[in-house]
């Protein structure tokens, strides 16, 4: 645990790349460059995610998540599956919520997202 209480496990940089496939639905890829505390020690991670991101109305978007992270420390890495909402805000500033399963164990989490 960390001087001020707090205790970041896993926290990474992502970039990506999106393409429409229908007016509400666009297909992405998205690169992961992190870092994993946890049985593997501290270790650098890197991935690849893949889904899609459809839109509902001008404020809810539903993302869906399919990849593969690599861990430096360990043998191999682990898959994950994901379903994500994001409520919008304003035009750059979404509150998300979302459940992940990385390989077969199950989280959730709830972040902020800035768009520019």
């Known amino acids: 645990m960390g001087a001020n209480g707090a205790d970041l496990d896993r926290y990474g940089i992502f970039g990506g790349w999106h393409n429409g496939l229908s007016d ?7 690169l992961e460059v992190g870092h994993l505390d946890s049985r593997f020690r501290d270790s650098t991670t890197y991935g690849a995610d893949f889904g899609t991101r459809t839109a509902f109305n001008e404020h809810f978007e539903l993302i869906t998540q399919v990849g593969y992270t690599h861990v430096d420390k360990a ?3 682990y898959f994950n599956v994901g379903l994500k909402g994001l409520f919008k805000v304003t035009d750059n500033h979404a509150i998300t919520a979302g ?5 077969g164990e199950t989280g959730a989490s709830v972040g902020f997202r800035f768009s520019f």
Request: aromatic share 14%.
């Open 75 to 77: 043998s191999d890495g």
């Open 24 to 30: 509400s639905t666009d297909f992405y890829a998205q």
């Open 99 to 103: 459940v992940e399963s990385l390989d």
